[in-house]
């Protein structure tokens, strides 16, 4: 058995509002399906986040048939899952519309039954398990959801709808254990302990980078692998990084081992990574004391940027007076570099406060009440959330006193200054959809459940399989 697996595409993303980095995410994406179909696999998943938005629009839309024709005229089945960027509250997504056309089948918990050639269904509280079968193998996936609909209590909510599966399991999910060093670190959505075991493969997407963990590092049935996205979407996974410190005598390249992109072929359940040829991106790091500095040792970093790069540039270092962004913009552009950016970590002088300061001089009483609330476990916040709202609404309803202390001489309220409580939120009854005439948002004083629960909501409601 032979499959591709393909994450975090990110159709219709325009980065840094450029539309040539359109073109980038579609070419990518085209690029991963055309050499899966020449690999001759069996079949393909996408781990979530085809789309960079749930809306997406025509001009995407349209690539995307374009793309996923492909494997439909060769007979090579796409099986996908909702990811975080593609779901949407509604029960259709434009998955819906994939799906209708033949392109994509779509795993997880579904409202109708879905059977035909690939597709298995089994009936679970009021919604549907949705499974494939290629061959020998079990196809099992769930879409996005968040650590507190995934991990209720003592309910593991996987465990309980993939409990003795075997297979292939595909999840768009951080897990701890392979999201260090990412944005993810402190925000992951399962532990490792919390997987259900004894599938052969977890097919998994949302942390953009490369990562893979062995059954025997995680004491699981099968490897844990993240492809990573098809296009660099963030700063950190710069292909190459470039520091030019205040001491360095020049700068300093390296190649960024997160920078580099692509998807697996799997083949008896064990990745190979293929590499795709996404946009250079390079990340710089300039340090200087003085304007002039900063401004010599850009443009030296210029020639090492190759034109249809993209760079991302940070000065740092402290340099009296501070400096302007503007100043520097001059510097790349006749460099011919396909997009380039300045980002200012330079401090203007250095500040230093002999003062202590307690935390009583630092916060109002109601400041202190507000940080006992954060204070609380994450899952125990969770479940007392609606109180926690009722509480701030109230706050807001009696007037939120404005702090009066000084910290310093420099704080003091001039004379003839008066100041002013914030007017309390006036409640009025939200228009259909809760916005405003003007398609504005607005504050809601009481947290409601939705009239139409998420599937795991009803699955829960209604009873395990």
Known sequence: MRFAHIADVHLGREQFNQPFRYEDYVKAFREAVDRAVKERVDFVLIAGDLFHVSRPSPRTLRDAIEILEIPKKKGVPVFAIEGNHDKTIREASVFDLLEHLGLIRTLGL????????????????????????????KIYGLRHHTRWQLIRGSTNVLRALFKGSDGILMLHQAVDYLSKDTPYHDAFDLKLSELPDGFSYYALGHIHVRRVAEPSQTGLSGPLAYPGSLERTDVREASHLISYGERDKKPRVRENRDGVKGFYIVEDFQPEFVEVDARPFYSIRVAGSSKAELRRKVEEVASLIPKEAIAVIYLEGTVKGGISLAEFGDLLKDSGVKYYTFRSR????????????????????????????????????????????????????????????????????????????????????????????????????????????????????????
């Not at 269904?121 to 079968?133: G, I, N, P, Q, T």
């Not at 609330?373 to 009696?398: G, N």
């Open 110 to 137: 579904r409202r109708e039954e879905k059977r035909d050639e690939f597709l298995r269904s089994k009936k679970v509280a009021d919604r549907y398990l949705v499974w494939a079968e290629v061959g020998d193998a």
């Open 346 to 465: 330079v401090m203007g002088e250095a500040i230093i406060s002999k003062e202590t300061v307690t935390a009583e001089e630092l916060f109002t009483d109601w400041e202190r009440e507000l940080l006992m609330h954060l204070r609380a476990e994450p899952r125990e916040f969770s479940s007392s959330l609606d109180e926690f709202l009722d509480w701030l609404m109230e706050k807001y309803r009696a007037g939120i006193p404005v702090p009066q202390k000084k910290l310093s001489q420099g704080n003091e309220q001039r004379p003839g200054v008066e100041r002013k409580s914030p007017k309390k939120v006036e409640e009025k009854e939200s228009p259909k959809g809760g916005e405003s005439d003007d398609g504005k948002k607005m504050g809601r004083p009481k947290v409601h459940r939705p009239a139409k629960p998420s599937s795991l909501d009803a699955w829960l409601r209604g009873g395990k399989p």
